[in-house]
């Protein structure tokens, strides 16, 4: 991934970052936008921030129900501005400490792709990413005491290669949302945009028509963010009512989608699973019924390929600008009216140029959520959660024709730079 910094430093050796109170409006900015590339041997999705005193570019990947920021500390030499977060403090209880150790606050960091956990110790530094302001990017803007936990480096086993931890997007104090939205004045918002190769995370106001070249947010549906009763998870939660093929529902028993007291069930959005999967009994009826829609529709089935259980020739296959003309998938939510629609281009999986499979996983009879949807299907459809008003905001942008590669980034301005 190209560094921002990297381009900016040689030609300006002394990075001074210009203080602004909040005084000075036009000055502030008004959005934070990361980039984000998708490592294609993991299907992670990685984003780039400057952490340290010397703002050293730090790759992480993408966790949309990350509760913070994890990195290993030991990889680089200690930043020179670096604090450990003491433990009966208020920085400590925001983070929701699993314990202290020499008087250090402790938190667990989870690498979910290993399923391997450990305590962390809660450090706070320099954090800096690029924002944008009066309509264009290219400016760096910094938070001196920025909170995350130093991780142990067993928690990188599995993680894309060169990256240094996880960057956590859930609703909890210390993710990166809340941090931004703490220090910038930003409504507690952003916007998560995935592409099969470059996207976004946009944090403030939403400029998409100057990113986009669209304003797409016309288009938009929303649908509430639901929560167990508890209100514990800090992970992304939808509501879906039914299921629909080509337009015709699915006969499934409706209390397979509510989310009970416990937080089981529900529709669960993620970066981490890379292809959406259902329970057990939930997949069996869809895949049967695609199975008879596809054959409908003049769809060639072949052999299965691992891990997927449904493929189909590709010969004779018209496509659109929503990708190959097969059934399409409605996630009914909170009425008739309001679908989350899933065309061709994040159904089908080409697996080779003869061979495309239907990118849905049996997520077995044990799965938390009813449905997880994961990175393939988010893949080109704008997301918006908002935390003020727990709602999600979606539209997919093939209807558009753009898509989340189309965000357009700039190079850091040498003179150009927020520091809170």
């Not at 930003?186 to 403030?204: H, P």
């Not at 003869?354 to 988010?378: F, H, P, R, T, W």
Request: aromatic share 10%.
């Amino acid at each position: 991934m190209p560094s921002l910094l990297q381009i900016f430093l040689p030609l300006f050796p002394f990075f001074f970052l210009v203080s602004f109170s909040f005084s000075h409006g036009p000055f502030l900015p008004k959005a934070i936008i990361l980039p984000v590339n998708k490592d294609l041997s993991t299907f992670q999705y990685v984003t780039q921030v400057y952490m340290g005193a010397h703002l050293v570019p730090t790759n992480l990947v993408v966790d949309l129900g990350g509760s913070f920021l994890w990195t290993n500390c030991g990889l680089t030499s200690v930043s020179s501005s670096q604090k450990l977060v003491p433990c009966n403090s208020l920085k400590c209880s925001m983070a929701k400490p699993n314990g202290c150790t020499n008087k250090i606050c402790g938190v667990q960091s989870e690498n979910p792709f290993t399923k391997v956990a450990a305590t962390g110790e809660l450090a706070e530094d320099m954090f800096a990413v690029e924002f944008i302001d009066e309509l264009k990017t290219g400016s760096i803007a910094s938070i001196h005491e920025f909170l995350f936990s130093c991780a142990s480096t067993a928690l990188l086993q599995g993680l894309a290669r060169g990256a240094k931890g996880m960057l956590g997007l859930g609703n909890s104090r210390i993710a990166l949302p809340s941090q931004l939205s703490d220090t910038f004045g930003f409504q507690r918002k952003f916007a998560l945009c995935l592409s099969s190769s470059n996207g976004a995370i946009i944090s403030g106001e939403s400029p998409y028509l100057s990113l986009l070249g669209h304003d797409v947010s016309r288009s938009m549906l929303y649908t509430p963010l639901i929560s167990s009763k508890d209100g514990v998870s800090e992970e992304y939660y939808i509501n879906v009512k039914s299921i629909k093929i080509n337009g015709k529902k699915l006969s499934l028993n409706t209390s397979l989608f509510k989310m009970d007291e416990e937080g089981v069930g529900g529709t669960k959005i993620s970066t981490i699973s890379p292809f959406t999967s259902m329970k057990s009994s939930i997949y069996k009826t869809f895949i049967e019924a695609y199975e008879k829609f596809a054959i409908s529709m003049n769809l060639t089935k072949v052999e299965s390929i691992a891990p997927f259980e449904l493929c189909f020739s590709t010969e004779g296959i018209d496509v659109t600008k929503v990708g190959p003309n097969v059934p399409t998938m409605d996630l009914v939510l909170q009425s008739e009216m309001v679908k989350w629609r899933i065309y061709g281009r994040n159904s089908m999986v080409k697996v080779s140029d003869e061979v495309m499979c239907l990118g849905y996983l049996d997520g077995g009879v044990n799965q938390k959520a009813s449905i997880v949807i994961g990175g393939y299907q988010l893949e080109d459809n704008l997301l918006e959660f908002n935390l003020g008003t727990s709602m999600l905001g979606f539209t997919p942008l093939s209807m558009a024709e753009t898509s989340c590669s189309d965000f357009m980034f700039h190079s850091v301005s040498k003179d150009s730079s927020f520091d809170s």
